[in-house]
């Protein structure tokens, strides 16, 4: 006996939507979690701040970067880098840590993967 062929049921006139599209297989973010993500892409919504996130994650997981070593790489003043990172800092992307006159800041991966979760 043989397998009977595979029903294609596709509908009669299909939109773009059923032709390019995937359903949706998660429920759509709610107004709270659509605010904390649109603070976290705000801040990573800078080239500057983009390539200290990188710098940063580069060094590992723990590690941690002293605004004096940032500078450089970047071609930026120590005010500017700081006030990037401060915006960082704020939407919890980094942790700061203060060790007399210098700080220290170090990526938080759980900032990072709450992105990724809600786009995925």
């Avoid at 043989?2 to 059923?18: C, E, G, R, V, Y």
């Avoid at 580069?58 to 002293?66: D, F, L, R, V």
């Avoid at 940032?70 to 120590?78: M, N, V």
């Amino acid at each position: 006996m043989s397998t009977p062929p595979a029903l294609d049921i596709q509908p009669a006139n299909p939109t773009p939507a059923d032709v390019c599209c995937a359903p949706l297989l998660r429920e759509p973010i709610t107004a709270s979690q659509a605010s904390d993500m649109a603070r976290l892409l705000k801040a990573l919504a800078d080239p500057t701040r983009l390539r200290l996130v990188s710098m940063v994650a580069a060094a590992g997981e723990g590690s941690e970067a002293c605004v004096c070593d940032l500078t450089a790489p970047l071609g930026l003043t120590q005010p500017t880098i700081s006030h990037h990172l401060k915006i960082l800092v704020d939407a919890g992307i980094f942790t700061r840590d203060k060790r007399g006159v210098w700080a220290y800041y170090s990526l938080v991966p759980a900032a990072l993967s709450a992105v990724l979760r809600t786009t995925r």
